[in-house]
């Protein structure tokens, strides 16, 4: 069965931290890893990591794959009220029957105060 | 504008009314599925869709039923409801034609099931 396990499950900080948002998994046939914002609405796609290594930056976000040791990292940079939000991570399966399958974490409740 | 739409947006029922949740999407994507959400379980797939007249089961799909008679419609639909289906559901839809397993997703149905 696919598993994902995202951490911290909640985090709270102060605008301009830095914070690290962990995501490792356990699949099957992997496709692509996803993260997602959501905040009080539909989660929102922010990066899509298929190989190991590459950064996809967007802005103060940045996201980074490790495929051997199974897990990414989402970072945001000097953070703002506005990043407040559930932030979904998410594994895409390759396989047969399952293309496309999404299986995501539990989310990371991200809170950033003035 | 491109976008996935549902209905109703919120819904409250009884025990053991039938209800369906329309979806649609006008990308011309392959792919559907419906998703729900409850706190600290985050996103679990109920079913999913490869195309029309194809779809298959996700994690969670007790209780559920859907049909594809057409591309750009995924309804779900509960025969049944029970409490325990009180959730916020969501549809989302790609293409893996165009290279990327992001998934869009619809605004939401927040269902209540007394």
């Known amino acids: 069965e696919d598993k994902v396990v995202q951490s911290p499950l909640s985090l709270v900080v102060h605008e301009g931290d830095t914070v690290t948002l962990n995501c490792s998994y356990e699949v099957t046939n992997f496709r692509s890893l996803l993260w997602y914002k959501q905040e009080k609405k539909a989660p929102t796609f922010l990066f899509m990591l298929t190989s190991s290594g590459i950064e996809k930056k967007s802005g103060r976000l940045s996201s980074i794959l490790d495929k051997k040791e199974l897990f990414s990292i989402l970072n945001i940079t000097a953070t703002q009220t506005g990043d407040s939000a559930i932030y979904l991570c998410?594994?895409?399966?390759?396989?047969?029957?399952?293309?496309?399958?999404?299986?995501f974490g539990q989310g990371t409740i991200l809170t950033v105060h003035p | 504008e491109a976008q996935v739409t549902q209905n109703p947006r919120y819904l409250i029922t009884v025990t053991g009314k039938k209800l369906t949740v329309t979806c649609s999407q006008n990308m011309n994507h392959e792919y559907m599925s419906w998703y729900r959400q409850d706190p600290g379980l985050g996103l679990r797939q109920i079913y999913y869709s490869m195309n029309v007249e194809v779809t298959d089961k996700g994690d969670v799909p007790e209780g559920y039923k859907v049909s594809r008679k057409e591309k750009r419609n995924f309804p779900l639909i509960l025969e049944s409801p029970s409490p325990n289906q009180t959730s916020l559901y969501f549809c989302?839809?790609?293409?893996?034609?165009?290279?990327?397993?992001?998934?869009?997703f619809g605004p939401g149905t927040r269902l209540t099931v007394l």
């Open positions: 989302a839809s790609f293409s893996p034609g165009q290279g990327s397993t992001a998934q869009y």
């Open positions: 998410a594994v895409a399966n390759a396989g047969g029957t399952s293309y496309g399958k999404l299986t």
